[in-house]
């Protein structure tokens, strides 16, 4: 039966790290009442499944920190690492055969493992959307009555994304790649099953499906990154055909963020970055957005280092933090702080599918196989770069400004990359 453009759904996602709830957040229009739903900390959860869920959350964050623990740690997460690795697409072949992992969460389910949840959203049937697979697959094994779909926030999945008899289910996925669509394929997923939509961005970010906010925003962050206009003297009417007419000067110095993951392991990155820039910093040629996310102790490491470095003059001027308590809270600063920003430096996440908004990516260090293959699609894009030596920042990222890159690999992930995630995917709900 078809619903109206105005349709609303369950939002699910699971705060485990930053990436399902990221992913979720651009939805909140669609979500019933306007509240997403944590399936691993709602009101009322049992205790039991709580545990569950806590058990896994605190081991992905203790071994993502521990990986840096030299030759032990390593180890150590490439054992864990095996359950989640995707295996090489090529040659092409039935991959429907399940891991030991998801008959693990379908044993766990016949024991009633999410069927609190699921009881509780039977009760208003409207279209119940997953940005993890395992709340997708607690809503078909525990017959919940409405439709079902699960969003993709990874260039490529391993086969613990689909379900344990794929051909059999009737989940809908909505896929940020064409990659996942031909990988879900592989995994014995029904065509009908699978739809092309892109990552769902912020709207923050975007405005409405004409792009307009995005537009106006990118083409202020393209004069920052070409200050010797090489990139415009060769594609200047492109350009303009994507964006109009430009400003006459930018209103901002250059302006790099750097975010690091929930677990916050990469947070040492972010002070090399402010000692090798600390002299740009105080004579205001660069402004560092450094983002805790709602961990507390990343803000203070941050303070901290700040302080070491004699750079607390320069704090909420020229260097600014992002944190918010709340997770809401937290999404929304970030996504504003976006819009005045230059260059993005994060791990290959879900954020690599930020670069669509027009952003280049630096890319620090991935924690996981699934953020090698976000890694290769974004390098694939022409939008992003690998980091070097965050010591010597200051040398080879004003080197790289200088040749026009930043602003070519800005219009790359603009002109390459899927903007209308949330509209493409609120459409195809309200057809179903």
């Known amino acids: 039966m078809k619903q109206s453009i105005n349709q609303k759904a369950w939002v699910v996602d699971v705060n485990m790290g930053y990436g399902h709830q990221r992913t979720a957040y651009p939805l909140k229009s669609l979500a019933f009442k306007g509240e997403i739903i944590n399936a691993n900390s709602y009101q009322g959860i049992p205790e039991r499944d709580r545990t569950i869920w806590q058990e896994s959350k605190r081991f992905y964050e203790f071994i993502s920190n521990f990986k840096r623990i ?47 949840l699921i009881d509780r959203l039977k009760k208003e049937p409207l279209p119940f959307v997953s940005t993890f697979f395992i709340p997708a697959f607690m809503a078909e094994f525990f ?46 997923i029904r065509a009908k099953n699978i739809f092309f939509t892109g990552f769902p961005l912020p709207l923050e970010n975007i405005g409405s499906e004409n792009l307009e906010i995005l537009k106006h925003d990118l083409a202020e962050r393209l004069l920052i990154l070409d200050p010797k206009r090489k990139y415009f003297q060769r594609y200047q009417s492109l350009i303009e055909r994507y964006l109009g007419e430009l400003p006459k000067k930018p209103s901002r110095p250059l302006t790099l963020m750097f975010a690091i ?15 090798t820039l600390r002299e740009k910093i105080k004579s205001k040629e660069i402004k560092i957005i ?25 704090l909420n001027e020229n260097i600014e933090i992002i944190f918010n308590k709340e997770i809401g809270g937290y999404f929304k600063e970030f996504n504003l702080a976006l819009r005045k920003t230059d260059i993005l430096w994060t791990k290959p996440s879900e954020l690599s599918f930020y670069t ?13 196989s699934q953020e090698g293959f976000n890694r290769e ?5 022409g939008s992003a770069i690998e ?46």
């Open 261 to 275: 993951g929930g677990a916050g392991a990469q947070k040492e990155i972010g002070f090399n970055i402010l000692k």
């Open 290 to 314: 450094l983002v805790a996310g709602i961990r507390d102790w990343i803000k203070e490491y941050f303070v901290k280092k700040i302080k070491d470095l004699n750079l607390t003059d320069s």
């Open 356 to 368: 669509a908004l027009g952003l280049p990516i630096i890319i620090a260090p991935l924690i996981g």
């Open 143 to 188: 017959n919940y009555p409405g439709e079902i779909f699960c969003i993709v926030c990874d260039a490529d999945i391993a086969r613990s994304w689909a379900p344990l008899k794929p051909s059999l289910s009737r989940i809908k996925y909505f896929a940020p790649t064409e990659r996942v669509m031909e990988r879900l394929k592989l995994y014995g």
């Open 70 to 116: 030299p030759l032990i740690g390593e180890f150590s997460f490439s054992l864990y690492d095996q359950f989640q690795k995707i295996l090489s697409f090529y040659p092409r072949r039935d991959l429907s055969k399940p891991n030991f992992s998801l008959r693990r969460f379908y044993s766990l389910f016949k024991s009633g493992w999410g069927k609190d």
């Open 387 to 432: 980091q070097q030596n965050p010591k010597y920042t200051n040398e080879w990222l004003f080197d790289l400004l200088k040749t026009g890159w930043f602003a070519e690999a800005a219009m790359q992930g603009f002109v390459e990359g899927q903007k209308r995630g949330v509209f493409n995917i609120q459409k195809i709900i309200s057809q179903h």
């Open 377 to 381: 699609w974004i390098l694939r894009l």
